[in-house]
């Protein structure tokens, strides 16, 4: 028992519930009568419940734990209605409020609905018009949690333009996403870090039946050990330190919608048993929980580990690995689908351009030429933040070399900048290109005028003013 103000005490410790429980509800009653058969008709409809005798004790369990909704009396001790209306919005504003009294007038009820209440009762309460009135806010509130995850879906404004590129092997992802999104199997997509794994996997919930639901994304790698289980499958109030109210996990919250399991490599063995049984049985076991619940949601899996491998050691079930590979689809690396960098550059420059407020028309093409040459270890994610790079720092219409970040020009062999001077920076990037050139005919001389666009007897001028070694490397005898 805790001690809290008004000479009362809240007990923080509740009966026993399961997950189904159908919401967390604070009652704050001063007569002992009303509050304790508020209680009674609560808990009998499956809510869990504390019940608090003055203002001050709401504000206190308001501080210390988590509620779905507050009923609360306008006038008691300690602290009115309205103080506990003002508190709960300012330390729990997802928290809703139902305030009850028994002297209403039009001017408390509107001053109520003003400060953020969402409704109010008479008294004495009418039991049936109470329950219909709190099943109809906890139902909007999840609505509404509901509704703004899709509004922020619904903002990216999605379509297949949002697969870019025209390689063979693009085409071949764009293929499989068109006929396994219709479908409700589970799909394990794989690739390095930064092809582009969630967008195949938004792409496959777009095109699906479950478009109209919500898409949540999970990183398996991000989280905690000890909290992922809860993310994902919820918690019964006591079932670990912290668990202070019932919480529902990403497979409730789904509701008919897509999970996105991003590096599912790295999921604990003992979750990848739960996992397996909710694929299997559509049922989920919260944490503390011994009754299981129903659940519809598709399942769609990524990572950038060898799975195979990884059953192989024993890091991962094989049984789940099949369960997830029912269709595979695999992301080739950026440098594999080079043919791709120039439409993925065009939608970024669109992108940042829209988000940064520019007006960038394009790269020149001495920087397109050579963001198509590395090696994109990063894939398209390392792109997108070299463009939005040159972004930022460019200035006009066309992004150039010198926007590029410093080291990504040193990797590619450009020299590092040569102070402001312009005549100096031109002669270090002609020296850099024309020996990168040079090492690409491996010392072929007559080969490199020819790729550089000058004669030979130029070539070897403009090496001994660069102060190029005409016999580096395996010189070649050009005839």
């Given at each position: 028992m805790v001690a809290v103000p008004g000479d009362l005490t809240y007990d923080p410790q509740m009966p026993s519930v399961e997950p189904s429980a159908k919401g967390s509800i604070l009652v704050a009653e001063d007569e002992a009568g009303v509050r304790d058969s508020l209680t009674e008709v609560l808990r009998d409809e499956g809510y869990q419940v504390d019940a608090v005798g003055d203002g001050s004790a709401a504000i206190a369990a308001l501080e210390s734990h988590e509620f779905d909704l507050v009923i609360s009396d306008i006038r008691m001790p300690g602290a009115d209605g309205l103080a506990v209306l003002r508190r709960t919005r300012e330390v729990a504003p997802q928290t809703l409020v139902l305030l009850m009294t028994a002297h209403a007038t039009v001017?408390?009820?509107?001053?109520?609905?003003?400060?953020?209440?969402?409704?109010?009762?008479?008294?004495?309460?009418?039991?049936?018009?109470?329950?219909?009135?709190?099943?109809?806010?906890?139902?909007?509130?999840?609505?509404?949690?509901?509704?703004?995850?899709?509004?922020?879906?619904?903002?990216?404004?999605?379509?297949?333009?949002?697969?870019?590129?025209?390689?063979?092997?693009?085409?071949?992802?764009?293929?499989?996403?068109?006929?396994?999104?219709?479908?409700?199997?589970?799909?394990?997509?794989?690739?390095?870090?930064?092809?582009?794994?969630?967008?195949?996997?938004?792409?496959?919930?777009?095109?699906?039946?479950?478009?109209?639901?919500?898409?949540?994304?999970?990183?398996?790698?991000?989280?905690?050990?000890?909290?992922?289980?809860?993310?994902?499958?919820?918690?019964?109030?006591?079932?670990?330190?912290?668990?202070?109210?019932?919480?529902?996990?990403?497979?409730?919250?789904?509701?008919?919608?897509?999970?996105?399991?991003?590096?599912?490599?790295?999921?604990?063995?003992?979750?990848?048993?739960?996992?397996?049984?909710?694929?299997?049985?559509?049922?989920?076991?919260?944490?503390?929980?011994?009754?299981?619940?129903?659940?519809?949601?598709?399942?769609?899996?990524?990572?950038?580990?060898?799975?195979?491998?990884?059953?192989?050691?024993?890091?991962?079930?094989?049984?789940?690995?099949?369960?997830?590979?029912?269709?595979?689809?695999?992301i080739p690396p950026l440098r594999e689908r080079r043919e791709d960098i120039p439409l993925l550059v065009d939608h970024f420059i669109r992108m940042h351009n829209r988000d940064l407020k520019k007006n960038f028309r394009g790269t020149d093409s001495a920087t397109l030429k050579l963001l198509m040459s590395l090696p994109w270890k990063g894939n398209v994610r390392e792109l997108d933040n070299v463009i939005e790079h040159a972004m930022i720092l460019g200035s006009g219409e066309w992004i150039t070399v010198r926007d590029l970040p410093r080291a990504l020009q040193q990797d590619a062999g450009m020299p590092a900048p040569a102070g402001d001077n312009l005549r100096d920076a031109l002669r270090a990037y002609e020296k850099a290109h024309i020996q990168a050139v040079l090492a690409k005919v491996e010392q072929d001389k007559k080969a490199a005028a020819q790729r550089l666009g000058v004669s030979l007897s130029s070539l070897y001028r403009k090496m001994e003013e660069l102060e190029i070694p005409l016999n580096q490397g395996n010189n070649r005898e050009d005839e």
């Amino acid at each position: 028992m805790v001690a809290v103000p008004g000479d009362l005490t809240y007990d923080p410790q509740m009966p026993s519930v399961e997950p189904s429980a159908k919401g967390s509800i604070l009652v704050a009653e001063d007569e002992a009568g009303v509050r304790d058969s508020l209680t009674e008709v609560l808990r009998d409809e499956g809510y869990q419940v504390d019940a608090v005798g003055d203002g001050s004790a709401a504000i206190a369990a308001l501080e210390s734990h988590e509620f779905d909704l507050v009923i609360s009396d306008i006038r008691m001790p300690g602290a009115d209605g309205l103080a506990v209306l003002r508190r709960t919005r300012e330390v729990a504003p997802q928290t809703l409020v139902l305030l009850m009294t028994a002297h209403a007038t039009v001017e408390t009820a509107v001053e109520a609905i003003r400060r953020g209440a969402q409704d109010y009762l008479l008294k004495p309460i009418i039991f049936d018009d109470l329950l219909h009135k709190i099943d109809h806010l906890l139902q909007h509130r999840q609505m509404a949690w509901e509704n703004q995850m899709l509004r922020s879906q619904v903002e990216q404004q999605w379509d297949f333009d949002n697969l870019i590129g025209r390689s063979a092997a693009m085409r071949e992802v764009m293929e499989l996403v068109q006929r396994v999104a219709p479908t409700p199997s589970t799909v394990l997509i794989t690739g390095e870090s930064g092809v582009g794994k969630e967008v195949v996997a938004r792409a496959i919930h777009h095109f699906s039946e479950y478009r109209d639901r919500i898409f949540l994304p999970v990183n398996c790698g991000a989280i905690p050990e000890n909290l992922l289980e809860s993310q994902l499958f919820g918690h019964i109030r006591g079932s670990f330190t912290g668990a202070i109210a019932n919480q529902e996990g990403l497979f409730q919250r789904a509701r008919g919608g897509t999970i996105f399991l991003d590096e599912i490599a790295d999921m604990p063995l003992s979750l990848q048993v739960k996992l397996l049984r909710a694929i299997e049985t559509k049922e989920i076991l919260a944490v503390g929980a011994t009754t299981p619940l129903k659940v519809d949601v598709r399942i769609v899996a990524a990572t950038n580990h060898d799975l195979g491998k990884a059953v192989e050691d024993g890091r991962f079930r094989d049984d789940l690995y099949y369960r997830l590979n029912v269709i595979g689809i695999e992301i080739p690396p950026l440098r594999e689908r080079r043919e791709d960098i120039p439409l993925l550059v065009d939608h970024f420059i669109r992108m940042h351009n829209r988000d940064l407020k520019k007006n960038f028309r394009g790269t020149d093409s001495a920087t397109l030429k050579l963001l198509m040459s590395l090696p994109w270890k990063g894939n398209v994610r390392e792109l997108d933040n070299v463009i939005e790079h040159a972004m930022i720092l460019g200035s006009g219409e066309w992004i150039t070399v010198r926007d590029l970040p410093r080291a990504l020009q040193q990797d590619a062999g450009m020299p590092a900048p040569a102070g402001d001077n312009l005549r100096d920076a031109l002669r270090a990037y002609e020296k850099a290109h024309i020996q990168a050139v040079l090492a690409k005919v491996e010392q072929d001389k007559k080969a490199a005028a020819q790729r550089l666009g000058v004669s030979l007897s130029s070539l070897y001028r403009k090496m001994e003013e660069l102060e190029i070694p005409l016999n580096q490397g395996n010189n070649r005898e050009d005839e």
